[in-house]
Nanobody, 125 residues
Framework: QVQVVESGGGSVQAGGSLRLSCAVS????????MGWFRQAPGKEREGVTA????????YYTDSVKGRFTISQDRAKNTVYLQMNSLKPEDTAMYYC??????????????????WGQGTQVTVSS
């Protein structure tokens, strides 16, 4: 059974950094699409970034370009989201999602079949 587990959330001041991790287990494929989403209280879920572990395709939403970077450790089946220069508007619950090939490198939640439980990121001003 596929499991997706996020970790690394926390509270930081504006301008600070956090690194989120997303570990995928029980996956029968060597490559897969990954997406990070976030949802703040009272707001709709927003796609942050999408990535294909077997290639170079990466998408970032405009609001995080230049501040967030996705990377991976294939030996650990783990994808990381490095978040720098954090802003109060980045405060949200962050979710990692995965999908099997053929898959799309998009930040459309319906394209992903496997989701983690979420990790909270709070940025204070």
């Amino acid at each position: 059974q596929v499991q997706v587990v996020e970790s690394g959330g926390g509270s930081v001041q504006a301008g600070g950094s956090l690194r989120l991790s997303c570990a995928v287990s029980g996956y029968p494929y060597s490559n897969y699409c990954m997406g990070w989403f976030r949802q703040a209280p009272g707001k709709e879920r927003e796609g942050v970034t999408a990535f294909f572990t077997g290639g170079s395709s990466t998408y970032y939403t405009d609001s995080v370009k230049g501040r967030f970077t996705i990377s991976q450790d294939r030996a650990k089946n783990t994808v990381y989201l490095q978040m720098n220069s954090l802003k109060p508007e980045d405060t949200a619950m962050y979710y990692c999602a995965a999908d099997t090939p053929p898959c799309k490198v998009v930040t459309v939640a319906d394209e992903y079949n496997y989701w983690g439980q979420g990790t909270q990121v709070t940025v204070s001003s």
